[in-house]
């Protein structure tokens, strides 16, 4: 099993729907967890961290996680063209340094 | 500011060659990152240093992978000998570490897109 997994997709959403993006884990540990937004042939950026449990919003963008279920999840609302994109998941421990990916799904927002 | 500096951008080789990959990190930051991305595997961790030292190289798949950071300007990942199985993106990436209960942002390179033929 893999400590993330994550669907791959790719996700179809027309303009101005509301997107769900998640990810499972499996090790407890994970203090840190995060969503990074990697655009084709660019590296991956990050797009916002949640320390621990509970929600973080930012913009058109919401975090959430529960680690009792270990479940991760990223919201967009009013998703736009400019949204299409792969995004990663990623968690880490204390200290942040060893941090592991989910596979990505991959994002097409239709105009 | 440049951001993380990657060469070359784009390598292709043949089987059995030696293959060197390089990184400018972020001047400032104090860790690098060394990954690898496959449609099958996604984005794995090969290796990271902090203060120039490697502290966890247990991504790299085998010994013939190799990675250096003789200074805190520069790092290098070595192929050698390349197989067609390591065709991949190679990002670097680099980041200042925090203290206990903080996290920073690691900054990624544009990647090297090697194809090994």
């Known amino acids: 099993q893999k400590e993330v997994e994550q669907d791959p997709g790719p996700l179809s959403v027309p303009e101005g729907a509301i997107v769900s993006l998640n990810c499972t884990y499996s090790n407890s540990a994970f203090q840190y967890f995060m969503w990074y937004r990697q655009y084709s042939r660019k590296g991956p950026e990050l797009l916002m961290y949640?320390?621990?449990?509970g929600n973080k919003e930012d913009g058109r963008f919401t975090a959430q996680v529960d680690k009792s279920s270990k479940y991760i999840s990223l919201f967009i609302r009013d998703s736009q063209p400019s949204d299409s994109a792969t995004y990663l998941c990623a968690m880490a421990n204390t200290g942040g340094f060893k941090t592991i990916f989910g596979a990505g799904t991959r994002l097409f927002v239709k105009a | 500011d440049a951001g993380v500096i990657q060469s070359p951008r784009h390598e292709v080789t043949e089987m059995g060659q030696e293959v060197t990959l390089r990184c400018k990190p972020i001047s400032g930051h104090n860790s690098l990152f060394w990954y690898r991305q496959t449609m099958m595997r996604g984005l794995e961790l090969l290796i990271y240093f902090n203060n120039n030292v490697p502290i966890d190289d247990s991504g790299m798949p085998e010994d013939r992978f190799s990675a250096k950071m003789p200074n805190a300007s520069f790092s290098t990942l070595k192929i050698q000998p390349s197989e067609p199985r390591d065709s991949a993106v190679y990002f670097c990436?680099?980041?200042?570490?925090?203290?206990?209960?903080?996290?920073?942002?690691?900054?990624f390179g544009p990647g090297t897109r090697l194809t090994v033929l």
């Open positions: 990436a680099s980041k200042l570490a925090g203290g206990p209960g903080s996290y920073n942002e690691q900054f």
């Open positions: 949640t320390y621990s449990s």
